[in-house]
């Protein structure tokens, strides 16, 4: 992310995000080791979120990307919305994975409809962002 588009509380979440991060891989090899699961598994969990994580810090270099409009028009509040979309985002997908494996650790199972709601919950921050996205590209065009 760009110096000009820090902010303290956007900080703040991507702190948390690298901490929930760090204890994900932590735990999973935790998890690994102790339970004896083969390491294939704990350390496809691992890349796993590594990707998807410095994906979506990728495109939080470049938001205008994330709904494919010039980097002229993604300024002001069409910017500040991309990027709270992908904080929220990467924030709740690094929270979902860290808690069943806080659960997996201690024995305890987790029902099915949990991940459920973490992907009810992406799509419906996905949703709210897009949605003041184009109608503010609505308001520019209509203002030209």
């Given at each position: 992310?760009?110096?000009?588009?820090?902010?303290v509380?956007?900080?703040?979440?991507?702190?948390?995000?690298?901490?929930?991060?760090?204890?994900?891989?932590?735990?999973?090899?935790?998890?690994?080791?102790?339970?004896?699961?083969?390491?294939?598994?704990?350390?496809?969990?691992?890349?796993?979120?590594?990707?998807?994580?410095?994906?979506?810090?990728?495109?939080?270099?470049?938001?205008?990307?994330?709904?494919?409009?010039?980097?002229?028009?993604?300024?002001?509040?069409?910017?500040?919305?991309?990027?709270?979309?992908?904080?929220?985002?990467?924030?709740?997908?690094?929270?979902?994975?860290?808690?069943?494996?806080?659960?997996?650790?201690?024995g305890?199972?987790?029902?099915?409809?949990?991940?459920?709601?973490?992907?009810?919950?992406?799509?419906?921050v996905?949703?709210?962002?897009?949605?003041?996205?184009?109608?503010?590209?609505?308001?520019?065009?209509?203002?030209?």
């Amino acid at each position: 992310m760009r110096k000009r588009d820090i902010t303290v509380v956007s900080a703040v979440m991507e702190a948390v995000s690298v901490i929930f991060a760090i204890a994900y891989i932590g735990l999973q090899i935790y998890y690994g080791v102790y339970y004896h699961v083969q390491p294939f598994k704990f350390i496809a969990n691992i890349l796993v979120l590594v990707l998807i994580y410095f994906g979506i810090s990728w495109v939080q270099f470049y938001p205008e990307k994330l709904n494919h409009i010039p980097a002229s028009v993604c300024e002001g509040k069409i910017r500040r919305y991309s990027l709270r979309l992908l904080f929220l985002v990467k924030f709740i997908f690094t929270a979902g994975l860290l808690v069943p494996c806080v659960f997996d650790v201690l024995g305890i199972g987790i029902r099915d409809a949990y991940s459920l709601i973490m992907v009810g919950l992406i799509i419906v921050v996905s949703v709210y962002y897009e949605y003041r996205i184009i109608t503010e590209l609505r308001n520019i065009r209509d203002n030209k």
